[in-house]
Structure formats: structure tokens, C-alpha cells
């Protein structure tokens, strides 16, 4: 049972993963696009988007607290 749940919480944490990278390509796509009223705005916006949402990009225990929330699976501490 151990393994499954394992299974099941890497293939959560690949989905949460993907949520995060598109939400952050929207999200720079929508500034750019939209908001930004120049080239300069333009690149500004594209770029520090994509670095801030890397900089601040959550920790794994945050993530794992979310999956838990979400989802119900646990990452299981291995004792051996």
C-alpha cells in the first residue's frame, strides 16, 4: 500500500506542478498582451513574471500540505 500511495503522491505532485507552470504562463501571457502598453512594459512584464513565480516558487512541504488538502494523499516517511 505504501508504494501506491507513494505513486499516487508523485503523480499529484506532477499535476500540482503543471497547475503552477500554466497558471504563471497565463498569468505572464495576460500582462503582456493586455496590460503592458509598450515594448519595454512588454519584456518587463514576460520576463519578471516567469523569475518572480521561480523565486517564489512554494517549498516542498508546502506543496505536500496542499496535495494533503486536496487530494488526501501523504508522502509516507520511509523507515527501513
Do not use: C, H
Not at 37 to 45: A, L, P, R, T
Request: proline share 1%.
Amino acid at each position: 500500500m505504501t508504494v501506491n500511495q507513494n505513486q499516487k503522491y508523485d503523480y499529484y505532485t506532477k499535476v500540482a506542478w503543471t497547475i503552477y507552470t500554466l497558471a504563471t504562463i497565463v498569468l505572464a501571457a495576460v500582462l503582456v498582451l493586455f496590460v503592458a502598453q509598450d515594448n519595454e512594459e512588454m519584456f518587463f512584464y514576460g520576463f519578471m513574471t516567469i523569475a518572480a513565480a521561480y523565486v517564489l516558487r512554494p517549498g516542498e512541504k508546502i506543496m505536500g500540505k496542499q496535495i494533503l488538502r486536496f487530494t488526501g494523499v501523504s508522502k509516507t516517511t520511509e523507515e527501513e
